[in-house]
């Protein structure tokens, strides 16, 4: 089992930063992905951002050239840069972590969720 504990949301005002953090725990040796989505009132859970154990990302179309997804494998933490954020990006922050087997997902993890709100 892997746990994830995120930190860093809060209320921000539109073209604000904030960054979050997300701390993986538990059985976390495998071959794995990283990434962040995030669900608005009223809305499906979106994907944001996702890194590889390497330095593979990507990035949904909202968020590039705002947002940038970096990971630090010693310390099994992912973070997201928010930058020049706008009312839009208001919603819970879900962090998740996807382990793999042979291509194919073993596990398939999530945060309890960081609410990020951005003002206008």
């Known amino acids: 089992q892997v746990q994830l504990v995120e930190s860093g949301g809060g209320l921000v005002q539109a073209g604000g930063s904030l960054r979050l953090s997300c701390a993986a725990s538990?059985?976390?040796?495998?071959?794995?992905?990283m990434g962040w989505y995030r669900q608005a009132p009223g809305k499906q859970r979106e994907r944001v951002a996702t890194?590889?154990?390497?330095?593979?990302?990507n990035y949904a179309d909202s968020v590039k050239g705002r947002f940038t997804i970096s990971r630090d494998n010693a310390k099994n933490t992912v973070y997201l840069q928010m930058n020049n954020l706008k009312p839009e990006d208001t919603a819970v922050y879900y962090c998740?972590?996807?382990?793999?087997?042979?291509?194919?997902?073993?596990?398939?993890?999530w945060g309890q969720g960081t609410q990020v709100t951005v003002s206008s």
């Open positions: 998740n972590r996807k382990h793999y087997s042979g291509g194919v997902i073993t596990g398939d993890y």
């Open positions: 538990g059985s976390t040796f495998s071959i794995n992905t």
């Open positions: 890194i590889s154990g390497g330095t593979n990302t």
